[in-house]
């Protein structure tokens, strides 16, 4: 089954408000990032964690490898904010990474 | 500009051609990787390679083969296509396998 789970699968945001995106893990993840796929294509790196938490700007995010989950949160959202946003988390059993994908949350940003 | 880097960015094929995408990282990393992303968005891994070496190769067809010529280089081959094979091809890179990834643009293959 799949390992990440991610939700929810879509989001519409008004301008300036905010919410959290979260990830559960079905095993023990080492790490996991977040990114933010944009209208391109191009997956940008948001965030990495080992545990704990970080933040930059508007967003902030936590990993807690015991209870197997991330969240992303994001405050007064603008209309770049969106896009297709996706956790990937990496398997504590392994030693080279292969990062296993949560679904995604297409984000929309309205005014 | 250190990144990683995709060409082509697009590519049109018909059934049962050979295809080739390169990917190139200037970050010094020793570890690359190439992702299928489908028509869903959903994005797994394929291949991953450490210093030339293959170390992770995920159930794909037998017609797709990674070819790396050094740590800064993995390209993919596609002999035959097939119309599932119509995807965007992600290449990232990261340090000792362990650390955070960077992705290229993708190349987004459309097989007629």
């Known amino acids: 089954g799949d390992q990440v789970e991610q939700s929810p699968s879509a989001l519409s945001l008004h301008e300036g408000t905010g919410s959290a995106l979260r990830c559960n893990f079905t095993t023990t993840m080492r790490a996991v990032q977040w990114f933010q796929q944009n209208s391109r294509g191009s997956l940008i790196n948001l965030f990495y964690l080992a545990s704990g938490t970080k933040e930059n700007g508007r967003l902030k995010s936590t990993f807690n490898s015991k209870e197997s989950y991330s969240t992303l949160h994001i405050r007064d959202a603008q209309l770049e904010d969106s896009g297709t946003y996706f956790c990937?988390?990496?398997?504590?059993?392994?030693?080279?990474?292969?990062?296993?994908f949560g679904q995604g949350t297409s984000l929309s940003v309205v005014p | 500009e250190t990144a990683v880097f995709q060409t082509p960015n697009y590519h049109v094929t018909q059934v049962g051609n050979e295809v080739s995408f390169n990917c190139k990282q200037t970050?010094?990393?020793?570890?690359m990787y190439w992702y299928k992303q489908d028509s869903k968005k959903l994005l797994k891994i394929m291949f991953s390679y450490n210093n030339k070496q293959l170390i992770v190769n995920e159930t794909v067809p037998r017609r797709f083969s990674p070819q790396s010529s050094d740590k800064a280089h993995l390209n993919l081959r596609i002999k035959s296509v097939e119309p599932e094979d119509s995807a965007v091809y992600l290449c990232a890179s990261s340090y000792r396998g362990r650390y955070e990834q960077y992705f290229g643009p993708g190349t987004r293959l459309t097989v007629l």
């Open positions: 970050l010094g990393h020793d570890t």
């Open positions: 990937a988390a990496r398997l504590a059993s392994s030693s080279f990474s292969k990062l296993v």
